[in-house]
């Protein structure tokens, strides 16, 4: 495995959730409209602005089994994989077929159980709660829009250069719209049914993510688009008083 380091591999743990209660927001997530989508594999769904304004979510290609965008980003995946906000599970299963330690991380039961249906390991939590392997893990992902996860990229960045070990990579799917920079609540919503509870996400297209991670501390090691799809990598801030250091 090209770039693997030479650090003691996480304990992925069980598929059980840290005993302490998922931030407020998370639960929007485990709503109906989402869950019976991940049942069904497929749409429409949908995350809903305050004005009314609908993103579509693309369920269907989330249920499906990982496409060439896809292989690209896990073909550049160094040691033990962590999915943030892993969904059901596409990512995940696809690097154990591959023989990848990799551990996804969702804040809902239903994505959680549809990962371990695909043969994934997957924990029930947030990204901000203690998780296992942390400074240890070679690789996170973000994909499908997660850099938005709890509408604070800086909150976020700066939790997961906690949790990579030193120059982790970390690979981003970013908005493929440029220009977007935005914080905003949402709510997820079906066709016919009641949007779930409000909750904070973020959009960034690749400059805006690009700027957020420098003031950070990221390095940025390389940007791509495969398929309409557009991407960043991103190496972890030296620790404090290491190589690299001020």
């Known amino acids: 495995m090209s770039g693997a380091r030479a650090t003691a591999a996480p304990r992925l743990g069980t598929q059980r959730a840290p005993g302490r209660p998922l931030p407020a927001a998370d639960p929007a997530w485990s709503a109906d409209p989402y869950a019976d989508a991940l049942r069904a594999g497929r749409g429409p769904l949908f995350l809903r602005r305050t004005d009314g304004w609908l993103l ?19 073909g550049r995946c160094e040691g033990a994989v962590l999915d943030v906000g892993c969904g059901p599970g596409r990512l995940v299963a696809a690097l154990e077929g591959q023989g990848r330690r990799a551990l996804g991380v969702d804040v809902s039961e239903a994505a959680v159980a ?107 090691a390389d940007q791509w688009s495969a398929h309409t799809r557009t991407f960043a990598a991103l190496r972890a801030p030296a620790a404090e008083g290491g190589p690299g250091s001020a």
């Open 56 to 74: 579509p979510l693309d369920v269907e290609r989330w249920c499906a089994e990982p496409d060439p965008a896809d292989l690209e980003v896990l």
């Open 114 to 220: 549809h990962t371990v249906r695909r043969g994934g390991r997957a924990l029930r939590a947030s990204v901000f709660d203690p998780l296992p392997g942390a400074g240890r893990w070679g690789t996170a992902l973000l994909m499908d829009g997660n850099i938005g996860i709890g509408g604070d990229p800086h909150a976020l960045l700066t939790r997961l250069a906690g949790l990579l070990t030193a120059d982790g990579l970390l690979l981003v799917e970013t908005a493929p719209h440029p220009d977007v920079d935005e914080r905003l609540t949402v709510q997820l919503t079906g066709p016919r049914t009641t949007p779930g509870a409000p909750f904070p996400w973020a959009r960034l297209g690749t400059p805006a993510l690009l700027s957020r991670a420098r003031a950070c501390g990221w390095r940025v």
